[in-house]
T-cell receptor, first 114, second 117 residues
């Protein structure tokens, strides 16, 4: 099992460009999450999907959109990148109904917006 | 708003010493308090978790102490080893949010632990 996979691993964008971060999990989990990690700020939830077909905003959703493509895949889109979106992005999944505190994280995408 | 406050931001400990990381929370709806460990270049991974009806939980060298009245909890790493050098995050999790268990985690700011040999 690969667990949670994310692509790409690294990306450099210019201000105003768009891109989609891809995430997939093979653990048959119902819930999926997107976080950003910034120094001194911890991990902040951008969007989450409690189950296939549902998505909801987290703590810092502005400037992002998500798509829960199917049970396995959850993508994060930046429509018009800004330098403030320079960060490390993590996707996670969980079976929140049974273990609500245990999330499995991907390896992250390091994004730089110039 | 930061509902979970974590300190210190960084911590340096000698091999064999005790590492202590503290967290304070505001949301009394939290049902679980997990700790995550993150090595450089990797995603965080669950280390240990505690429920608020328990005052202490121990797994090997890792212990969570929980003080419900003070709304504080802490991670103690006994006999700290260089391999424990990582970033540690505390978090709060609400099992039921609006009647559905979304399992959202609210993380603290993180503590960078360095254990010198």
């Amino acid at each position: 099992n690969a667990g949670v996979t994310q692509t790409p691993k690294f990306q450099v964008l210019k201000t105003g460009q768009s891109m989609t971060l891809q995430c997939a999990q093979d653990m048959n989990h119902n819930s999926m999450y997107w976080y950003r990690q910034d120094p001194g700020m911890g991990l902040r939830l951008i969007y989450y999907s409690a189950s296939e077909g549902t998505t909801d905003k987290g703590e810092v959703p502005n400037g992002y959109n998500v798509s829960r493509l199917n049970k396995r895949e959850f993508s994060l889109r930046l429509e018009s990148a800004a330098p403030s979106q320079t960060s490390v992005y993590f996707c996670a999944s969980s079976e929140a109904r049974y273990l609500p505190y245990e999330q499995y994280f991907g390896p992250g995408t390091r994004l730089t917006v110039t | 708003q930061q509902q979970v406050k974590q300190s210190p931001q960084s911590l340096i400990v000698q091999k064999g010493g005790i590492s202590i990381i503290n967290c304070a929370y505001e949301n009394t709806a939290f049902d679980y308090f997990p700790w995550y460990q993150q090595f450089p270049g990797k995603g965080p991974a669950l280390l240990i978790a505690i429920r608020p009806d328990v005052s202490e939980k121990k797994e090997g060298r890792f212990t969570i102490s929980f003080n419900k009245s003070a709304k504080q909890f802490s991670l103690h790493i006994m006999d700290s080893q260089p391999g424990d050098s990582a970033t540690y995050f505390c978090a709060g999790a609400a099992f039921n949010a609006g009647g559905t268990s979304y399992g959202k985690l609210t993380f603290g700011q993180g503590t960078i632990l360095t254990v010198h040999p």
